[in-house]
């Protein structure tokens, strides 16, 4: 078994996708497992209007959800990097963030980026444990026998990123896992997340589910 107290104080950034939340199973239970062992959960969206959605959800069950936009304390700048101090502040007070993936732009408009990215900005930039990539695979498939991989380096997943025949999702979740990683993130995992606890896992299992992408140095967080 995987002690959740190995994990207290740390920052979980996961990356959901389209499923509305009130479709997705055990993640609501999931994120209060995670706050109740004094672990951060950051959530970051495909869209405003998901993140919208999630928010709506949670705070049915629990008033701890606040949805944010990258403009929201400079959290996201379009050119810089992430400022943390709201996430800090939030997540110290036993809050769940739940970002949109937009940036706040020099004029001041917002800047449409890619969830992807930003949940590896977000996840190196607070120096997450984990960060979660949600997608229907499950994971990668080996190009050749059509299993599972368990285990990629940020380099084996940025060379088997640029394969043209993989979705364009899986694909960027593969990059952005890369990047987190070599920003300082300890692992990331691109799993499906309508599995019963799929969150939570390595919490429940000496195994993690999908395909992890682990073993890099530090080399600085960009969006």
């Given amino acids: 078994m995987t002690e959740a107290a190995a994990f207290a104080g740390k920052t979980f950034v996961l990356r959901v996708d389209r499923t509305p939340l009130d479709e997705r199973g055990t993640l609501a239970e999931d994120l209060s497992f995670l706050l109740e062992r004094n672990i951060k959960p950051i959530v970051v969206a495909p869209s405003a209007e998901i993140a919208r959605g999630y928010v709506r959800v949670l705070n049915r069950r629990s008033n701890l959800a606040v949805g ?11 050119a810089g990097r992430v400022q943390t101090g709201i996430l800090a502040t939030l997540t110290t007070a036993g809050y769940i963030p739940v970002i949109e993936p937009t940036a706040l732009g020099i004029g001041g408009d917002d800047v449409e980026l890619g969830a992807d990215e930003v949940a590896a900005a977000i996840a190196g930039a607070t120096e997450a444990a984990r960060a979660l990539f949600f997608h229907e695979s499950g994971g990668v498939l080996d190009p050749l026998t059509l299993d599972l991989i368990a285990e990629l380096t940020p380099a084996e997943a940025l060379a088997l990123a640029e394969r043209g025949d993989l979705d364009a999702r899986l694909r960027a979740a593969m990059r952005a896992a890369a990047h987190g990683v070599r920003a300082g993130v300890s692992a990331a995992q691109i799993l499906d997340g309508r599995i019963a606890h799929a969150t939570i896992v390595e919490f429940l299992t000496t195994h993690h589910l999908g395909t992890q992408v682990t073993g890099s140095v530090f080399t600085g967080t960009t969006l």
């Fill in 68 to 78: 944010l936009s990258g403009a929201d304390a400079a959290l996201l700048p379009a």
